[in-house]
């Protein structure tokens, strides 16, 4: 299978950092991916991780350790345009299995 | 803009009746992806073709189906309509060029809205 868990809600201040844990179970890894969702509006991608390590990309950064099943992604220097959704995905027989996602409440 | 469109963007109709949904991917992706996601709900995998093919297939009810026609344009067909099919059907397209496994990002389209009254 393919579980994906991650938090539901997280909010933090406009200038922090926030981390997203995801966990997941698969019977075979294909990499891990984080999407940003805006409420009502399409997933944009993020990252992709393949091996274990960090990977920084501007004020995003993330994670990924394939032998405890875990991902998470981090987010820098947050501004209110962060405020969003944040879904982990996992490959599989040809799709995306998408976590519920973790809605990011920036405030001011 | 992802490249990929979905027409029709928003559409309200009534219990029982039909509607197809409408996805072009983007130029050079063989691949097609529908999801579902009703209010407050994740991203739910439905159905994906390759190059015409269905490939995937998830927990898509018996009233709806799909097809990838030789353009690669997709079509997401959904009848006998009930309440709570109202949500947002995303289309997404990706080369789809790594054998069983998605390896490269997905493109989503910016979504058909269906309510259902």
């Known amino acids: 299978g393919q579980n994906i868990d991650q938090p539901t809600e997280m909010t933090a201040t406009e200038g922090a950092i926030v981390q997203i844990n995801c966990t997941y179970q698969?019977?075979?890894?294909?990499?891990l991916f984080w999407y940003q969702q805006h409420a009502g509006e399409a997933p944009t991608f993020l990252s992709y991780n393949v091996l274990d390590g960090l990977e920084e990309k501007g004020r995003f950064s993330s994670f990924l350790s394939r032998s405890k099943g875990y991902s998470y992604l981090l987010l820098k220097e947050l501004q209110m345009k962060d405020s969003a959704s944040y879904l982990c995905a996992h490959p599989n027989d040809y799709k995306l299995s998408f976590g519920a996602g973790t809605t990011v409440t920036v405030r001011a | 803009d992802s490249g990929v469109t979905q027409t029709p963007k928003h559409l309200i109709t009534a219990t029982g009746q039909r509607v197809t949904l409408r996805c072009s991917p983007r130029s050079g992706d063989l691949s097609v992806y529908w999801y579902q996601q009703s209010l407050d709900q994740g991203l739910q995998f439905l159905i994906q073709?390759?190059?015409?093919?269905?490939?995937a297939k998830g927990n898509i009810l018996e009233r709806f189906s799909a097809q990838q026609f030789p353009d690669l344009h997709s079509e997401l067909n959904l009848s006998s309509l009930e309440l709570g099919d109202s949500a947002l059907y995303f289309c997404?397209?990706?080369?789809?060029?790594?054998?069983?496994?998605?390896?490269?990002?997905?493109?989503f389209g910016e979504g058909s809205r269906l309510t259902v009254l």
């Open positions: 997404a397209s990706s080369d789809g060029t790594s054998g069983t496994t998605v390896t490269g990002e997905l493109f």
């Open positions: 698969t019977s075979g890894f294909n990499g």
């Open positions: 073709y390759y190059n015409g093919e269905e490939r």
